[in-house]
Every structure is written in structure tokens, then in C-alpha cells.
């Protein structure tokens, strides 16, 4: 399992690059390298950068969140609830059981833990009581 350092390293790795490829770039703009090449690297520096500090976003939200410790249980949920939608009949209950992944994947979109809680146990009991 990927664990938030994991994602961390990998964002510290990438904003490494983009510091090497901005001292890459100013070396050929000294050198007076065709402009159209300086500008692919300008937007490959700019795109590690995003994508790196996309990435320490993530990680802090998986921290935050505290998954590591609850994602077995967490996927073993959903595989429940994607099994149980295969076989529900009723409209109703599909209805209700769909809005309540919908909120329980809203909340862990969210990265905001107090919000994980209710809806993870609203769906362990919904998927008990079908």
C-alpha cells in the first residue's frame, strides 16, 4: 500500500527535477538556444512543479485522512457495496445505497476525516440490514 511519505518522496523527487531542469534552462537561454526549445523545457519545469506539489496535496490528504490504517477496511466496504448493487432490485434501495457511497466518496474527496466516519458507518449498516 502506498503509504503518504511514499507519495512525498516521490513529490520531493519531482520538484528535484524541475530545480535541475531550471538550471538547464537557464544555462541554454546563456547560450542562446532556439527559443521554441527553451520553451519546451520552460513548460516541462512548470509541469514537474504542478504535478509535484499535486502530489503533496494528495499526500497530506491521505495523512489527514489516516487511511493507511483503515483502507483494508475501507475496500473491503466498497467491494461489499459494489457486490450488493449487482443483486439489489429495488430502486429505492439502489437509490439509497448509491447516494450513500456517493457521500462517503465525497467526504474522502474532501480530506476532511470527520466527515468520513458517518457516511462509512451509514454504509456498513445499510449493507447489513440488505
Known amino acids: 500500500m502506498i503509504q503518504p511519505t511514499d ?10 527535477s524541475a530545480n535541475a531542469l531550471h538550471t538547464q534552462l537557464m544555462r541554454a537561454i546563456r547560450r542562446g ?6 520553451q519546451q523545457l520552460f513548460d516541462n519545469e512548470i509541469a514537474l512543479r504542478t504535478q509535484a506539489d499535486s502530489l503533496y496535496l494528495d499526500a497530506a490528504q491521505l495523512a489527514a485522512l489516516g487511511l493507511s490504517d483503515d483502507t483494508r477496511q475501507l475496500l473491503d466496504l466498497a467491494s461489499r457495496a459494489a457486490a450488493t448493487v449487482a443483486r439489489i432490485d429495488r430502486i429505492k434501495d439502489l437509490l439509497d445505497l448509491s447516494a450513500e457511497l456517493l457521500t462517503l466518496a465525497a467526504a474522502i474527496a474532501a480530506g476532511k476525516p470527520e466527515h468520513v466516519i458517518k457516511p462509512l458507518e451509514d454504509l456498513k449498516h445499510h449493507l447489513e440490514a440488505l
Do not use: G, K, Q, V
Not at 507519495?7 to 528535484?16: K, P, Q, V
Not at 538556444?33 to 527553451?38: H, M
Open 33 to 38: 538556444e532556439a527559443r521554441e526549445l527553451t
Open 7 to 16: 507519495i512525498e518522496t516521490l513529490a520531493d523527487r519531482l520538484s528535484a
